[in-house]
């Protein structure tokens, strides 16, 4: 017979019967295509990429003997072997037997599984009896018979253990940390626990952020706690380091090739894990031993790992020694005791009670007053709660031998002084009479203060005297009374607040008498941290605060789902951005125009509606449908409380004001304007007229606005009026309207009888301007004419703007014109503001050095162009040159050439 090892890495493999008859061809893999002729690549082990090479943990088309030199073969000829020669119980204390085996044994009936459950089907059942001779089978239904229950729970291994070897070994396992495949020859990390592969590089660093309190780190997958950081990439066994793979060897990616020899998870058990090296959870132990239930009454033959129960009470000792576990039997260790037992104090005031134990306990103290009385029986005991008898009394005849102050004892005293002896505890003790001198607490430590005072009993008295103290830190160094002193005197301190920052730099030392070099700070930081929901727990300290250390393992999501952010997610991380369109109902019924986000409400809807206005005047189109309402601007018109007025604001959104009507009273007076006093009911009020009247003179010239109930011009009306009242009188009638009307005017003044006398001259001679104001010469400075000496083309520039400036105002219906002149040093500004005033103009300048400008405005009716311009001014005005002194009795001069070309004829200075 053939024995094929299967070259899958699953646990159940069951061997097939071969398609050509022949028992040992090909059968761990799929058999050859016969449409190609070529080889199948098959998934489970066979030849593979058309080479003769045998692939799998077994020898695909080999029969599994021994070799010559004793060694079976192990998965191919050029890998390593197994010896088990010196060794013939190796199969059996490995658990893949339970029973002796001889060597004949496992050389006829070795099935090559590797302790694993292999299963013949019927056509090679015949064959392997005949040469397996004492081979025994290990599965199939006497597994579920073993293990029971447990059955489910391998198989779901089995299952495991197959899915991740192909996975590897096709390089589709995928890492839960970057997402991304795990391939065959990439560095890796697998959980012993949940049995998931991850990445090296991304496991490292999770392991640093997955931190937990106790120095730890997270497992992605089960969140099981790992103690330390993976250090190096090691195989599935964790002993080869870096391991290497091949993929003609047949072996899983990551996997060392040597035995796994880790401990089963099965409770109980003891042996290793006799696989090659591989992945996923090792595969129950099959070892049978003798099993013994958890109290030890029944013991039997069972694979190992199995648990026995007898189902009766466990009786075991307890813990505490004295009583045992009533409990039905159990595996592992007993509960403990719940019995107590009371103790008492040693006065035997309180009680209270301890756990069982068979030692009994000793007695405590309560730390109350001893009630007990001395052996005196006069005293009572000053201790507190305490073991074994009292102390004897100190007063006794025995034990006071000396008085006090301890100078004399009793004895000289009783002979001194004839006294009686002390007859017990209660008589006093005799007193010497001299000075205590027992050391006090206070004074230097090399000469301390003694008692002055005479033999006493009892605490000595206060120290009268006073002792030199110098506090630790300097600060104090003065006398102070001894019986102001609590201390020593070289442990004073003095009560000044240390006043230096700690090391923080924000907190103060504030320690009393300090004399600390460094001032380390305390307390705790607490300053809020970055996630807005911590805070730091570190001591306080320098510079800005950690970030926050709490982690989440919970998957992070947007509001719709769509967007993940993985566990560990830092605290205070916000929800990932997502692009998708938000899936919130909007109250105003319109789509979403936006993507998802996490805050509570959405941002306002920008879709555009046609709204009406607040007081329903006009309907405006294209208004963003966030906008709550528009104003047209108009009027409101709404009628107000009085039923007179209507709203003036402008159109407004909610009531209008319900306050009382001001609006003024639109009633008609007895002169023709209205009452303009606010809104009233009844007869408007008998109060003057308030409403402008236009008043003129006679010409026209002047004009003014007086008010209509204007006393000043009532004279000439009374007077008037009392003319016309004689023309009533006389049955004449009289219009008073407009007799008021016409007589209310303006007295001409003397520009009024000017202007009438150049228009009445102006008409007798026949001239068509009587205005002459505009032909005076105007006067300039001393200043304008060095500027037109020095550049009159600034002064011809300045002019024309101002001469067009004011042709402008004058054309202009507005009140003004300005223009701005471009920036200038001081002396050009002068210029203009002098050359403005001559036209009329007001001028200011304005910025700052050196963007300083004149802005210059021309007024309609007060500007205007002077008749005669600077540069013309300037050039009118012609000196003649100075008279030649002729002195007889001067000294003759020398007479010098001029050499210009003008030749000796004297030259007219025109500019002065």
């Known amino acids: 017979m053939s024995e094929n090892r299967g070259g899958g890495r699953g646990r159940g493999y069951r061997r097939k019967v071969p398609r050509d008859g022949r028992e040992g061809s090909n059968a761990g893999g799929e058999g050859r295509d016969e449409r190609t002729g070529g080889e199948k690549r098959g998934r489970r082990g066979g030849f593979r990429r058309g080479g003769n090479n045998p692939r799998g943990r077994g020898q695909q088309g080999y029969n599994r003997q021994e070799r010559e030199d004793g060694q079976r073969y192990e998965r191919s000829e050029g890998r390593k072997v197994r010896n088990v020669e010196g060794d013939p119980d190796f199969w059996a204390r490995n658990g893949v037997m339970g029973e002796e085996r001889t060597r004949s044994d496992m050389r006829g009936g070795f099935n090559g599984g ?100 106790s120095g730890g780190w997270r497992c992605p997958g089960c969140q099981v706690v790992t103690p330390t950081l993976p250090r190096d990439y090691r195989c599935f066994c964790r002993k080869v380091r870096n391991p290497e793979w091949n993929r003609n060897e047949g072996l899983v990616p990551h996997s060392c090739g040597e035995v796994c020899g880790r401990a089963r998870a099965w409770a109980g058990c003891v042996h290793r894990c006799v696989e090659l090296c591989h992945a996923g959870p090792c595969p129950p132990c099959l070892a049978v031993v003798t099993v013994e239930c958890g109290c030890g009454k029944l013991s039997r033959g069972g694979r190992c790992g199995e648990q026995l129960g007898c189902g009766e009470v466990c009786d075991r000792e307890l813990g505490c020694g004295v009583h045992t576990c009533q409990e039905i039997c159990h595996q592992g260790e007993c509960g403990g ?152 005197a070289d442990d004073a301190r003095c009560g000044k607040r240390c006043q230096k920052k700690r090391s923080c730099g924000k907190h103060k030392c504030g320690e009393l008498c300090c004399i600390q070099v460094e001032h380390y700070c305390t307390l705790l930081c607490g300053r809020l941290l970055s996630c807005s929901l911590h805070r730091c727990e570190q001591v306080c300290h320098r510079g800005n605060c950690p970030t926050c250390p709490m982690v989440s393992f919970d998957e992070l999501t947007c509001q719709c789902g769509s967007a993940v952010t993985f566990p560990p997610v830092a605290c205070g991380t916000k929800p990932p951005d997502c692009v998708e369109p938000c899936r919130r109902p909007h109250p105003c019924g319109h789509p979403m125009t936006h993507h998802c986000h996490s805050e509570t409400t959405c941002p306002p809807c920008t879709q555009l509606t046609t709204k009406l206005c607040y007081g329903g005047h006009e309907q405006r189109r294209n208004v963003a449908c966030l906008v709550e309402g528009i104003s047209c601007g108009k009027p409101c018109g709404a009628a107000t409380a009085c039923g007179r007025h209507t709203c003036t604001r402008p159109c407004h959104p909610g009531p209008c004001t319900t306050v009382t009507c001001t609006q003024p009273c639109t009633v008609t007076r007895p ?152 920036c200038m040093n001081r002396d050009k500004r002068q210029l203009v503001h002098e050359y403005a005033e001559h036209f009329g103009c007001e001028s200011e300048s304005y910025d700052s050095e050196p963007k300083r400008n004149v802005v210059v405005t021309a007024l309609r009716d007060k500007s205007g162009v002077p008749s005669v311009s600077l540069v013309e001014y300037v050039g009118k005005q012609k000196k003649a040159p100075p008279p030649a002194q002729v002195s007889s009795t001067a000294a003759p001069k020398p007479t010098f050439t001029p050499l210009a070309r003008g030749g000796s004829e004297p030259k007219i200075d025109w500019f002065g």
């Open 114 to 213: 590797r302790g694993r459950n292999y299963e013949f089907n019927e056509g090679e059942r015949g064959s392997t009896e005949g040469k397996g001779g004492g081979m025994k089978r290990y599965g199939g239904a006497s597994r579920g018979q073993r293990r029971g229950g447990n059955s489910e729970q391998e198989c779901g291994d089995v299952d495991l253990r197959a899915r991740l070897s192909e996975q590897l070994e096709r390089g589709l396992t995928e890492c839960m940390v970057c997402l991304e495949r795990v391939r065959q020859m990439q560095p890796t990390w697998d959980c012993h626990n949940c049995y998931q592969v991850f990445h090296f590089a991304c496991i490292k660093k999770w392991a640093k952020t997955a931190t937990t309190e």
């Open 337 to 488: 005791c719940e019995q107590v037992m009371e103790i008492g104090c040693h006065c035997g005031a309180s009680a209270k009670t301890v756990p069982c134990s068979n030692v009994p306990p000793p007695p405590y103290s309560c730390q109350a007053p001893c009630p007990l009385t001395l052996g005196c029986g006069h005293h009572p005991c000053t201790e507190l709660c305490h073991q074994g008898p009292c102390q004897p009394c100190n007063l006794t005849v025995d034990t006071v031998t000396h008085c006090p102050c301890g100078n004399n004892t009793v004895d000289q005293l009783y002979m001194r002084d004839s006294l009686t002896p002390r007859a017990n505890c209660l008589d006093p003790v005799p007193l010497c009479g001299e000075t205590c001198g027992k050391i006090l607490s206070c004074g230097s430590p090399s000469s301390p203060h003694t008692c002055p005072t005479p033999c006493h009993t009892g605490p000595c008295p206060p120290c009268p005297l006073t002792t030199s103290v110098r506090c630790r830190c300097g600060n104090m160094d003065q006398e102070l009374a001894c019986m102001q002193l609590t201390t020593r």
């Open 671 to 822: 002169c023709g304007h209205p009452c303009a006093t606010p809104c009233h009911d009844g007869d408007c009020p008998d109060t003057p007229c308030s409403t402008s009247v236009k008043i003129s003179c006679d010409c026209g010239l002047r004009k003014a606005g007086v008010p209509c109930s204007d006393n000043a011009y009532s004279r000439v009306t009374t007077a008037l009026l009392a003319t016309r009242m004689q023309d009533v009188q006389a049955g004449n009638s009289v219009n008073l309207a407009e007799l008021t009307k016409r007589d209310r005017k303006l007295e001409c003044n003397d520009d009024c009888l000017k202007i009438d006398r150049n228009t009445r001259m102006a008409a007798a001679l026949q001239i068509t301007n009587p205005e002459l104001t505009s032909k005076i010469i105007p006067r300039y400075s001393e200043f304008s004419k060095d500027w037109v000496r020095r550049d009159a083309t600034f002064c011809t520039m300045v002019h024309t703007k101002l001469t067009d400036l004011v042709k402008l105002a004058k054309e202009s219906k507005q009140k003004s014109r300005a223009f701005s002149f471009p």
